[in-house]
């Protein structure tokens, strides 16, 4: 069974475009976490999905929005990227308060 | 919100020796505490879990402890080895979200 996948593993913006970052959850799994982690540092919540709907989100500006898809997979999208917005994006995913398991990871850049 | 605890921040053991790290919640009515395991430029792994219905559980050299009273929760890695060195997060399942402590980062010296 495939594990939480995440798209891409890289990516490179610059400041001011828009960042899209992809999340395809373990089947059977109906809630998505995105969390953000700066180098070497924690783990700190952005936003939680769970069938379709968003559930709650951390303390982030409106800029960082999202969705989850009727299959529930979801999307990150973060516009007018800034120079603090590189960091390593991962997704979790997990069925009803069961164990959560995270994805590889996308790691953003802004020059 | 709810708000998660976690000391140290850092730790350093001898090879062998025993690890504890502590947690502590706000919200009494969490009920599922899990703890990852990240390693340098991985993904963090589930390692053990706890439920509020249980007080101890233990896996092989790893067991995690739960004082509901008292609102902490605390991970024990006994026999450290060199791979045990990575940075331990707890977790609170509150209200079905997770909400993670800052991290300890664990260094093994052999």
């Known amino acids: 069974e495939a594990g939480v996948t995440q798209s891409p593993t890289h990516l490179i913006k610059t400041r001011g475009q828009q960042a899209t970052l992809r999340c395809s959850p373990i089947?059977?799994?109906?809630?998505v976490y995105w969390y953000q982690q700066a180098l070497g540092l924690g783990l700190q919540f952005l936003l939680w999905?769970?069938?379709?709907?968003?559930?709650n989100r951390g303390n982030f500006p409106p800029r960082f929005s999202g969705r989850q898809f009727p299959n529930y997979s979801s999307e990150l999208n973060v516009n007018a990227l800034e120079l603090e917005d590189s960091a390593l994006y991962l997704c979790?995913?997990?069925?009803?308060?069961?164990?959560?398991?995270f994805g590889q990871g996308t790691r953003l850049t802004v020059v | 919100g709810e708000n998660v605890e976690q000391h140290p921040s850092t730790l350093s053991v001898q090879e062998g020796d025993s690890a504890v790290i502590k947690c502590t919640y706000s919200?009494?009515?969490?009920?599922?505490f899990p703890w990852y395991k990240q390693e340098l430029g991985k993904r963090p792994q589930l390692i053990i879990d706890?439920?509020?219905?249980?007080g101890e559980k233990k896996d092989q050299r790893i067991a995690v402890t739960l004082n509901k009273t008292a609102k902490h929760f605390s991970l024990h890695i006994t026999e450290t080895q060199p791979e045990d060195s990575a940075v331990y997060f707890c977790?609170?399942?509150?209200?079905?979200?997770?909400?993670f402590g800052p991290g300890t980062r664990l260094s093994v010296l052999p």
């Open positions: 979790a995913s997990n069925f009803r308060g069961t164990e959560a398991f």
């Open positions: 089947s059977g799994h109906t809630s």
């Open positions: 999905y769970d069938e379709g709907e968003e559930r």
């Open positions: 919200d009494s009515a969490s009920n599922y």
């Open positions: 706890i439920r509020s219905n249980v």
């Open positions: 977790a609170d399942n509150y209200g079905q979200n997770f909400v």
